[in-house]
Nanobody
């Protein structure tokens, strides 16, 4: 019933790190698909990463693979996005999203996120060169 709430955004220099957090509800007693999406200036929303809470399977957009890590703490009902080696191209508004009672797939992160039902308000990440 509670919508996601993001935090942790800010301004960093190229090569810096940030960790985004998102308070999420336990939508299903078995499994949910949780994801991070971003909207860069002049571009549409696109997937960053997703995780299936039931088995921990993760998916990443090619642009962040090896630099970002998505994780979920079931005890704290918190979704995280650890972002390392940030680049100016990562500057965007970041949103967390949830699809209850669902298993993630590569297709869900390779898109605009229309498959997700619940969205947070967004947190801004700015990376300067």
């Amino acid at each position: 019933q509670v919508l996601p709430v993001e935090s942790g955004g800010g301004s960093v220099q190229t090569g810096g790190s940030l960790r985004l957090s998102c308070t999420v509800d336990r939508y299903s007693r078995r499994t949910d698909c949780l994801g991070w999406f971003r909207r860069a200036p002049g571009k549409g929303r696109w997937g960053v990463a997703a995780i299936t809470t039931g088995d921990g399977t993760t998916y990443y957009d090619d642009s962040v693979k090896g630099r970002f890590t998505i994780s979920h703490d079931a005890t704290m009902n918190t979704l995280y996005l650890q972002m390392n080696n940030l680049q100016p191209e990562d500057t965007a508004m970041y949103y967390c999203a949830a699809r209850p009672d669902f298993v993630c797939s590569r297709a869900l992160v390779a898109g605009t996120g229309t498959e997700f039902f619940y969205w947070g308000q967004g947190t801004q990440v700015t990376v300067s060169s």
